[in-house]
C-alpha cells in the first residue's frame, strides 16, 4: 500500500532554514501530484507547495514563495521541501501528501489528496 513518510522537522531561529523530505513507497507516481500541507493548533491545513510528478509544474503559496522550494527525486521517490528564511508564522506540522493518479490540473484541497504522511513537527522561535 502506499505509505508516505516525513522527516526533518525542528525547533530552530527565525531566519534558519531546514529541509522536508518525504519518503513515497508502494506505487509508482509518475502521474501523481505530491503536496507539502501544514496545520497550525486550531486552523485548518493549509497547502504550501505541490509539485507534479510528471513534468515538475510547482505550485507554491503566496505566503512561501521565494523562501520554500519544492523538488522531487525519481530515482529515490522522495520529495524535498527546502525551506529557508523561516519565520514565526511558518510553525505548524507539515505533512506530506499525495494525490493521484491526476491529469490535469494539481488541487489545493486537502480533502482531494489520498495518501498522507504522519507529519514532521516545525517550531520556530523569534
Known amino acids: 500500500q502506499v505509505q508516505l513518510v516525513e522527516s526533518g522537522g525542528g525547533s530552530v531561529q527565525a531566519g534558519a532554514s531546514l529541509r522536508l523530505s518525504c519518503v513515497a513507497s508502494?506505487?509508482?507516481?509518475?502521474?501523481?501530484?505530491m503536496g507539502w500541507f501544514r496545520q497550525a493548533p486550531g486552523k485548518g491545513r493549509e497547502l504550501v507547495a505541490a509539485?507534479?510528478?510528471?513534468?515538475?509544474?510547482?505550485y507554491y503559496a503566496d505566503s512561501v514563495k521565494g523562501r520554500f522550494t519544492i523538488s522531487r527525486d525519481n530515482a529515490k521517490n522522495r520529495v524535498y521541501l527546502q525551506m529557508n528564511s523561516l519565520k514565526p508564522e511558518d510553525a505548524a506540522v507539515y505533512y506530506c501528501?499525495?494525490?493521484?493518479?491526476?491529469?490535469?490540473?494539481?488541487?489545493?484541497?486537502?480533502?482531494?489528496?489520498?495518501?498522507w504522511g504522519q507529519g514532521t513537527q516545525v517550531t520556530v522561535a523569534s
Open positions: 509539485i507534479k510528478w510528471s513534468d515538475g509544474t510547482t
Open positions: 501528501a499525495a494525490d493521484g493518479p491526476v491529469t490535469g490540473a494539481l488541487s489545493r484541497r486537502d480533502r482531494d489528496y489520498d495518501y
Open positions: 508502494g506505487r509508482t507516481f509518475s502521474s501523481y501530484v
